[in-house]
């Protein structure tokens, strides 16, 4: 006999600005949010999956088929152990506790983690940056680079837009190589 | 594995000690000034990144279009080209966020925040100053 579904409420797929409804099932996950769109993963797609601090508070973030994962912000500290439960019954799967920094600190360095890449402070994440959406990057000096990125949202601005991130510059001490030879002079 | 090149100076500082001491209104994805923590929180794909007043060297603001552009600029090694550094680093090898730039269509809320962070370094700066002045 399988379970009914849990259900958490006011939880957000990815960066959508809307809240919606998560179901943890025997059969697997799926989300629905206001419309008519449901985001569904099937139990035996469902790999592994992390815990970790977002700003909208928790992140549930499920690695599935394909080296892919979605992410879903919004829980609550007490869904923790809720989560972990059903993870483990439903889809043998163990809940990993991500850890992230807060010490506020603008240096560490950068690790590329799968299609992301991570900025770590004192190897814990401070954030990371999909790559998928990096417009454009520069060498912008001898130890900067630059990355652009790329604004999907094509909606009007309005006043409640997010703030956009456009761009960050890293100082990387030993990205800097001597041009070739070829290149010299220049 | 960095602590036998620590800067030299380098006085330990750190905005939270677990993610418990965030404000709460980071949910909203927008650039927070938390003056109590001397920190600013950005908001970086999903994270809310702090980034304490002391990494920050200035904002700068400009309109273009639609939108109002905020760059928040960094501490980093070797700025002062020829000059000798003063600003002590824990690691100076280390990667180093340099700048981030935001952009909204809300300039006033920009206009704001700017204001709110160059205001903060300044506190900084002076009681930095006084810090020093007694020393002396």
Partial sequence: ?186 | GASGKEGKGWKKFQSYKGEGALPPDVDRLRITVDRKAQTVILPIHGFAVPFHINTIKNVSKNDEGDYTYLRINFQTPGQLAGKKEDTPFENPDATFVRSISYRSPDGHRFDNISKQITELKKEANKREQQKKELAD
Wanted: proline letters at 4%; glycine letters at 6%.
């Fill in chain 1, 1 to 186: 006999m399988s379970q009914p579904a849990t259900q958490f409420d006011a939880i957000y797929y990815g960066l959508n600005s809307e809240p919606g409804k998560l179901r943890v099932a025997q059969s697997g996950m799926a989300w629905k949010g206001s419309g008519s769109d449901i985001t569904a993963v099937p139990s035996a797609d469902i790999k592994w999956a992390q815990w970790l601090r977002v700003a909208r508070n928790f992140q549930l973030r499920v690695g599935v088929k394909d080296r892919k994962k979605i992410c879903f912000d919004g829980f609550v500290r007490e869904d923790h152990d809720k989560l972990q439960t059903l993870l483990k019954n439903y889809f043998s799967v163990a809940l990993e506790t991500k850890e992230v920094s807060f010490k506020g600190w603008n240096w560490g360095e950068t690790d590329f983690q799968g299609q992301d890449l991570a900025f770590l402070v004192s190897n814990r994440v401070a954030f990371e940056l999909p790559l998928a959406q990096v417009a454009n990057s520069n060498i912008a000096g001898r130890t900067e680079v630059s990355l652009e990125f790329s604004n999907p949202s094509s909606k009007a601005p309005t006043k409640s837009s997010l703030d956009e991130m456009v761009e960050i510059r890293f100082h990387v001490p030993g990205a800097y190589t001597k041009p070739r030879a070829s290149d010299a002079g220049s």
